[in-house]
């Protein structure tokens, strides 16, 4: 009796909590609230089973319990039993599946007049990149990967050129219209997700997948990793931002273009302050190491510069423009105590040195 109690008082307490948590779906801000009607007819054919199921295990415990004298009766098989168990089971998988795979139907269908933007991930961080005038974009492979080129585009490419780059992790897009999104991983597995557009795609190296949406709300709405991609994981955020055609088309207008990034002269006109944030934020620094003094993967940058540092084998060392020049060029020299030696090794020139330098001692104060 006490399992039968059991079962019913969970089964009870189940559906009260379904219906009065406070936890639910934030609203759909894309037009794929086809999968909010997915997730609720999942709900309803499981949560139906499963009253069932256990209702019924409760029934049984209850009306076949142990009394003195009962017998049980050896009963091999049950022909209408069977029937039922396997016509209920159908219906139940097939309400699952067929409606999920109409929808998954459309995600893969991308409509014809759906504009391009590629997302770029990569440990810890994203990158972005629109078509320019040609609606074209152009070619990429790891090949060309370099810090000054940090999303491999194909230099020799005549559709590369006038490709509008964005290396900030954040993303605008226009309200009302529809985009194939281009999903490409320069490293390990990633997954681009953000929850308010009921749309995710895993970035597989190697493969470009895609996926489309039509934002349908203005807002800033979070880019999350949904793929366990290394310590850093939990750190590999950006936003989009859904906003009005023209105030789209004036942010965009202020992105540069590929060829613009590759102008030599241009990088050496830069404020080396704001040259060695574009380069933090290019190659994932900001990933690993906050600006605001929170823990990450390694030492916050707020406050880092003139700080002494306990290193692995306890020697103290001050972080002075020498210490930050040896662990830009070789982070494996000297690992600050209670860090991993995870920092992969750039190739930057004197000039991307300096500028992340400067940055550093900029945000330390």
Not at 57 to 67: D, L, M, P, Q
Not at 96 to 101: D, E, F, M, V, Y
Request: aromatic share 10%; glycine share 8%; with cysteine.
């Amino acid at each position: 009796m006490v399992i039968a109690i059991a079962l019913i008082v969970i089964v009870i307490a189940s559906v009260a909590f379904h219906f009065l948590s406070p936890w639910w779906l934030t609203s759909a801000a894309s037009n794929w609230s086809q999968i909010d009607n997915q997730l609720t007819l999942t709900l309803i054919i499981t949560g139906a089973f499963f009253i069932v199921i256990n209702l019924l295990i409760a029934f049984c415990v209850i009306k076949f319990r142990y009394k003195p004298g009962r017998k049980s009766a050896y009963q091999p098989e049950n022909k209408k039993l069977e029937a039922w168990l396997i016509g209920l089971t159908t219906v139940g998988i097939v309400g699952l599946l067929a409606p999920g795979l109409a929808v998954y139907g459309e995600y893969v269908s991308v409509p014809d007049d759906a504009k391009l933007v590629e997302v770029v991930g990569e440990q810890w961080k994203w990158s972005f990149r629109f078509p320019g005038e040609d609606e074209q974009l152009g070619k990429s492979s790891t090949q060309w990967v370099s810090s000054k080129n940090p999303l491999g585009i194909d230099p020799n490419d005549p559709a590369s050129q006038d490709d509008k780059i964005i290396l900030s992790p954040e993303l605008h897009l226009p309200i009302f219209s529809p985009y194939k999104v281009l999903l490409r991983s320069k490293d390990v597995l990633h997954n681009f997700n953000v929850p308010q557009f009921r749309a995710k795609m895993d970035l597989v190296p190697g493969t470009v997948p895609y996926i489309w949406f039509t934002p349908t709300k203005r807002g800033s709405y979070e880019i999350l990793c949904a793929e366990l991609c290394g310590v850093g994981h939990f750190n590999m955020r950006g936003r989009v931002i859904v906003e009005d055609d023209a105030q789209f088309g004036s942010w965009l207008a202020t992105q540069p273009t590929f060829a613009q990034t590759q102008d030599p002269t241009r990088q050496t006109q830069t404020n080396p302050i704001e040259l060695g944030k574009t380069l933090s934020e290019v190659n994932g620094c900001i990933g690993c190491h906050s600006l605001n003094g929170n823990p990450g993967v390694g030492p916050t940058w707020l406050g880092l510069y003139g700080k002494t540092e306990i290193m692995s084998d306890d020697a103290r060392v001050v972080v002075d423009e020498a210490y930050l020049r040896t662990s830009i060029l070789n982070p494996k020299a000297e690992i600050v105590k209670g860090y991993p030696a995870i920092m992969p090794v750039y190739q930057f020139d004197d000039q991307e040195v300096d500028a992340i330098i400067a940055y550093i001692k900029s945000v330390s104060k």
